[in-house]
Structure formats: structure tokens, C-alpha cells
């Protein structure tokens, strides 16, 4: 991505970074239990894709569908860009509420302050020393990679759900096209996302778009629409609590989209750009369409800046003394990934 230059490599060196998924077990050594549990999905989402892949395909059931979702949902949750951004989050987080309980003396120093193993001249004078650290950056968060992967995963259980529900399209390329994908390879779009931060989501508006390319020759685009953007938000503390049981019950119980076409060397060029615009280092493809892509990148400009994801956001709300049942913003936390050459 940043020097443009090919480099023959072979699918076993693509998108590979070592000890990504090890996490450290209950003795603090190295278990590869993570990257088996994610060999399985994939094993198990492996033949839907090469289903789908067949032109008249037979529509997945509710399971293999289910399946699928989860597959996409991971797809998005594992990456280098995906795991920057959670960890800025929490530490920005985290170091924001320590420095708003050391400078209120709320929090820890009450709860220190009620123990009584410490007088209040050298509480005090302990609070006034970290906060001075806090605000000078001399204290940090180091968040463990266990943490990140535990997260990974429980987000991306949650929107597998959300994916399923949305309305899915089989698109094909046509002969003298086709398509890349990136290092992040889920690929998001919104013209108009709803809320603060402007971010694209799932489920940001419900015109949002997440497309997925899993051959040169076709790719899943999921789309929303308002009747499922209406359903997930009227029932999001209900399905919050459910179990899995009760979530099989809801998605069999509703109707979902299905489509499949072939789309044109315009529509190809327009998601090539998205996969191009959400990639950290690399993409991945032939080496014609690698450089036909890199190339429309320079050219688009505007364009490939409207599709760059801009990063989530964190507000902290607080009840506002001067308006009873109305909350305020406080402090805004916007993580900031790690960019890497």
C-alpha cells in the first residue's frame, strides 16, 4: 500500500503475522486453542463458500447461513487494523476514568479512603502525584492480548446475528474484471451513517453496506434495510439477553434476502476501491488487478476518500444537573490505529 510494488507470494504467506491468536493459558504458556477454534469455522464455512460460488446455487439453510454470518463476522474482528483500534479504545478509555477519579477523588480513593490503611495527608498527596502523571502521559495501559482476542470473538458472536438478518447478494464479476481483497478484508460503506462519529457499521443507517470478495470472481455484498435496521434497535436490550435457542427461534422466524448477478466493470471497480480504502498494508490479487486497482486509487481522489472508514467512537454521558432526564457528553474517546511500514 505504500510503496506499490508487487511482490509474488504464495497463499501461505498472505495476511500472516506470527503469534497473533496465541493466547497465554492459566500457567502463562502459549495455547494454540483460538487458532483451532478458528480453523473449524473456517472448515465449516469452506463449503457454503464454494456453494455460493456456483452460479444457481441452492439457497444456504437457516444453519449454514448462520454458519456463513459468523464466518463474515469474524472476518471482520481479526485483523491487525480491527485489534489497533480496540486497544487505543480501552486504553484511551481506561486512562480517561483514572484521571477523572483521581482528580474528583471518587472511585478508588474512596473505597482507600474508607479502609483507613492510609491517612488522608498521604492519600491526598498519592492522588495529586498520579494525576500529575496521568495528565502528562507518564502512566499508560498496556491491554493483554487475551483480552483482545476474548473481544474479538464476543463481537464478533453478537453481530453474526445482525449479519444473517441483513439482505445478502451473490455478486459476479464479469470476464475482463476481477476482484482483490485486502488485509482487512471485510470492507464497509454508508453514504449517510447515523450518528456522532460518522462511522461505518453494520447497521450505521439503513442504507449501510458490508461486502466480503471470497474468490477473483465473486464476492458477498450484505446490505441493510429499514425493516431489519427498525427490528435490531427496537428489540436490542430484548435479543441483548437471549439465548442461543431463543436467537435460532428469531432468525427462523423471519423472512431474509437472497440475490445473486453479475455486476459490471463499474460496480467491480466501485467495491475494488472499498477493499482498496480499508486496507492497512496490502492487498492481495492477481497482479493485473493489483495494479489496475492502485491505479484507480490515485485517480478517484474524492471518491476513495469518502469510502476510508472513519474510526468509532466512545462518548462518556452524565446526567446534566440543569435538565433532568437529559444526558450530556462529557468526554469523546476516538482510538487511533497503529500504522505500520
Known amino acids: 500500500m505504500h510503496t506499490g510494488q508487487p ?21 502463562q504458556e502459549r495455547t494454540q486453542l483460538v487458532e483451532e477454534g478458528l480453523c473449524e469455522v473456517e472448515s465449516v464455512a469452506a463449503p457454503h463458500v464454494r456453494r455460493i460460488g456456483e452460479p444457481g446455487f441452492e ?5 449454514e447461513r448462520i454458519e456463513l454470518a459468523f464466518f463474515v463476522a469474524l472476518a471482520r474482528t481479526r485483523t491487525t487494523a480491527q485489534r489497533d483500534l480496540m486497544r487505543s479504545m480501552i486504553e484511551q478509555s481506561l ?4 484521571r477523572e477519579e483521581a482528580q474528583a477523588g471518587k472511585g478508588f480513593w474512596t473505597i482507600a479512603q474508607r479502609a483507613g490503611e492510609v491517612s488522608s495527608e498521604e492519600l491526598e498527596q498519592n492522588r495529586r502525584t498520579i494525576l500529575r502523571a496521568l495528565e502528562r502521559g507518564e502512566i499508560g495501559v498496556d491491554v493483554p492480548v487475551n483480552n483482545l482476542v476474548h473481544l474479538a470473538l464476543n463481537s464478533a458472536l453478537a453481530t453474526t446475528p445482525v449479519i444473517f438478518l441483513m439482505d445478502w447478494t451473490v455478486v459476479r464479476t464479469p470476464a475482463n474484471a476481477e476482484f482483490i481483497v485486502g488485509d482487512t478484508p471485510v470492507a464497509m460503506y454508508d453514504p449517510q451513517p447515523i450518528g456522532p462519529s460518522g ?9 449501510a453496506e458490508t461486502f466480503l470478495p471470497l474468490d477473483p470472481s465473486y464476492g458477498l455484498l450484505i446490505r441493510a434495510n429499514p425493516d431489519v435496521y427498525r427490528f435490531v434497535y427496537d428489540n436490542a436490550e430484548r435479543l441483548r439477553r437471549v439465548d442461543d435457542n431463543t436467537w435460532m427461534e428469531v432468525l427462523e422466524g423471519r423472512d431474509v434476502g437472497w440475490a445473486e448477478g453479475e455486476a459490471d466493470v463499474e460496480i467491480v471497480r466501485e467495491l475494488n476501491l472499498r477493499t482498496y480504502a480499508h486496507a492497512s498494508r496490502y ?10 486497482v492502485r491505479a484507480e486509487a490515485r485517480r478517484s481522489g474524492p471518491r476513495l476518500g469518502q469510502l476510508r472508514p472513519s474510526p468509532p467512537q466512545v462518548h462518556f454521558l452524565e446526567e446534566d444537573a440543569s ?7 462529557t468526554h469523546t474517546v476516538t482510538p487511533t490505529p497503529r500504522r505500520r511500514r
Open 323 to 329: 435538565a433532568p432526564d437529559v444526558l450530556r457528553v
Open 95 to 98: 486512562l480517561f476514568m483514572a
Open 59 to 63: 439457497v444456504l439453510g437457516t444453519t
Open 199 to 207: 462511522a461505518f457499521a453494520l447497521l450505521s443507517s439503513p442504507s
Open 283 to 292: 492487498i492481495f490479487g492477481s497482479q493485473r488487478a493489483a495494479t489496475m
Open 7 to 27: 511482490r509474488q507470494i504464495s497463499p501461505r504467506d498472505a495476511a500472516v503475522s506470527k503469534h497473533f491468536y496465541s493466547v497465554l493459558d492459566d500457567n
